[in-house]
């Protein structure tokens, strides 16, 4: 019979939900449990896609909306490998970002932008920080990066809405407006329930 897999964990959310914050802190909670996991993070910005991707991000570059779009794609399924190893990813942002960030901008619609990642790894939960705008303004100012503004941040969350009301993906709401720890322990609940679940079933493919 073959290993058991790890569980592809995601945690999506509009800027400054606090994903990054309990990306890591589910990640040493796990490793603390004894299982085997690892963090990631999309765009990864280490790669050769990934400067290209940081580039344009942090505006020293201009590239065409449908070419920028592709190469965050490209960033997910160039790491494709490690998403179908053995252990555990908790993952800072995925296709959904991907998906609900391009929607966002005039001229393109969802369908035509989840198109590019079907068949990825699918995640064996995704869970959503939910945080009004007026609750992440609290946070602190956006910075400098393309996307961070009040307007565009709205319309990726209404896109994001819309995501989230597709069955195939096994989508967990969080209020992320609770305290640090609140959201931890909720988050890691899951993520263990999740780990249990996923060891007995195939990996998905994504949107298929
Ligand atoms: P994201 O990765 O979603 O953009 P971060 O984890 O970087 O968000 O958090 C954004 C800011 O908000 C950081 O300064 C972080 O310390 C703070 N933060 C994160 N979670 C909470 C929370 N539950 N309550 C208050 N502040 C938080
Ligand atoms: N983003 C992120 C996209 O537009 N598409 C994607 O596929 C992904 C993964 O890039 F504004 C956007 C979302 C955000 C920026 O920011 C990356 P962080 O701070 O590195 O998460």
């Given at each position: 019979m073959a290993g058991k897999r790890g569980a592809l964990i995601v945690l999506e959310g509009v800027d400054k939900a606090g994903k990054t914050t309990q990306c890591k802190k589910l990640v040493q909670a796990l490793q603390q449990s004894g299982q085997s996991v690892e963090m990631m993070r999309?765009?990864?910005?280490?790669t050769i896609i990934g400067q290209l991707i940081n580039a344009y991000l942090e505006k020293k570059s201009d590239l065409e909306d449908h070419v920028v779009h592709l190469l965050f794609s490209a960033n997910r399924w160039e790491m494709v490998k490690k998403l179908e190893q053995g252990t555990t990813l908790v993952v800072d942002r995925y296709a959904f970002s991907g998906a609900a960030f391009t929607s966002a901008?005039?001229?393109?619609c969802l369908d035509w932008c989840k198109k590019p990642d079907v068949?990825?790894?699918?995640?064996d939960l995704v869970m959503f920080l939910q945080l009004s705008p007026a609750q992440a303004a609290l946070r602190g100012q956006f910075g400098e990066?393309?996307?961070?503004?009040d307007d565009f941040q709205r319309t990726v969350q209404q896109k994001f809405d819309q995501l989230m009301k597709d069955p195939s993906v096994n989508w967990q709401e969080i209020?992320?407006?609770?305290?640090i720890e609140d959201v931890h322990r909720e988050i890691t609940t899951h993520s263990l329930n999740t780990i249990n679940i996923a060891q007995d079933l195939p990996l998905g493919e994504l949107w298929k």
């Amino acid at each position: 019979m073959a290993g058991k897999r790890g569980a592809l964990i995601v945690l999506e959310g509009v800027d400054k939900a606090g994903k990054t914050t309990q990306c890591k802190k589910l990640v040493q909670a796990l490793q603390q449990s004894g299982q085997s996991v690892e963090m990631m993070r999309f765009p990864d910005r280490t790669t050769i896609i990934g400067q290209l991707i940081n580039a344009y991000l942090e505006k020293k570059s201009d590239l065409e909306d449908h070419v920028v779009h592709l190469l965050f794609s490209a960033n997910r399924w160039e790491m494709v490998k490690k998403l179908e190893q053995g252990t555990t990813l908790v993952v800072d942002r995925y296709a959904f970002s991907g998906a609900a960030f391009t929607s966002a901008k005039p001229g393109f619609c969802l369908d035509w932008c989840k198109k590019p990642d079907v068949g990825l790894p699918k995640p064996d939960l995704v869970m959503f920080l939910q945080l009004s705008p007026a609750q992440a303004a609290l946070r602190g100012q956006f910075g400098e990066e393309r996307y961070e503004t009040d307007d565009f941040q709205r319309t990726v969350q209404q896109k994001f809405d819309q995501l989230m009301k597709d069955p195939s993906v096994n989508w967990q709401e969080i209020d992320a407006s609770q305290s640090i720890e609140d959201v931890h322990r909720e988050i890691t609940t899951h993520s263990l329930n999740t780990i249990n679940i996923a060891q007995d079933l195939p990996l998905g493919e994504l949107w298929k």
